[in-house]
């Protein structure tokens, strides 16, 4: 089956402006995860949506981060105002039902570059 | 606070030599444990886990780990490696809500 979907792949931005990233994670699957994958830095989690819970807004950096999961399944990642210090591969993940002993299902990344 | 340390950030080997990557954590409460690895290119791909049971878990393509709760580690092992297996390698722990990734460790096998 389909496997844990991202777009766009590649995003070139300017600094200041905003961007969104989304993600289509495996059918039937009710937990999301974003991550962020800096050079060096490992995974950097930022935001984790379980069914129709509170999401856990953690691991977000700074208030110019934000996500939303609409109807339980696609989520946006939305950075405003974007930094160089942004520049990151952005990791979507999922699972089945969120439990702390279910592996993870990544898509491939949509890698931002702020120029 | 929890934590996921990996060793190494770069491991070269030449091919059919034995590997180890190392990973330890810390955590004041059970955790369950697993390695994701990332080829060029490709996302994250589970290689193997451990959840409970015995200490040895092994993946499909020779690797294994030993889960050892004394010294708080959860290294990874192939003792020959291939071409094939360069890529990076991502401990990883998880409890509570989420998952918590090492570094990383670039691993780059040689002819």
């Known amino acids: 089956g389909a496997g844990v979907s991202q777009s766009p792949s590649n995003k070139v931005t300017e600094k200041g402006k905003d961007v969104e990233l989304r993600c289509d994670p495996i059918?039937?699957?009710?937990?999301l995860y974003w991550y962020r994958q800096s050079l060096g830095q490992g995974l950097e989690f930022l935001i984790y949506f379980q069914g129709n819970s509170a999401p856990d807004k953690s691991g977000l950096p700074s208030d110019r981060f934000s996500a939303e999961r609409t109807g339980g399944s696609v989520s946006t990642l939305t950075i405003q105002r974007t930094q160089q210090e942004d520049s990151a591969v952005y990791l979507c993940a999922s699972s089945p039902d969120g439990e702390v002993n279910s592996p993870l299902h990544f898509g491939n990344g949509t890698r931002l570059t702020v120029t | 606070a929890q934590s996921v340390t990996q060793l190494d950030s770069q491991v070269p080997v030449f091919e059919e030599a034995p590997v180890e990557l190392r990973c330890n954590y810390s955590?004041?409460?059970?955790?369950?444990l697993f390695w994701y690895v990332q080829y060029p290119n490709q996302g994250l791909q589970l290689l193997l886990k451990?959840?409970?049971?015995?200490?040895l878990v092994e993946s499909i393509n020779g690797f294994e780990a030993e889960f050892n709760k004394s010294q708080t580690s959860f290294h990874l092992r192939k003792p020959s490696v291939h071409i094939s297996d360069t890529a990076e390698y991502f401990c990883a722990v998880s409890f509570i809500s989420h998952m918590r990734f090492g570094a990383g460790t670039r691993l780059t096998v040689k002819p």
């Open positions: 955590s004041s409460v059970s955790v369950y």
């Open positions: 451990y959840l409970s049971g015995s200490t």
């Open positions: 059918s039937g699957h009710t937990a």
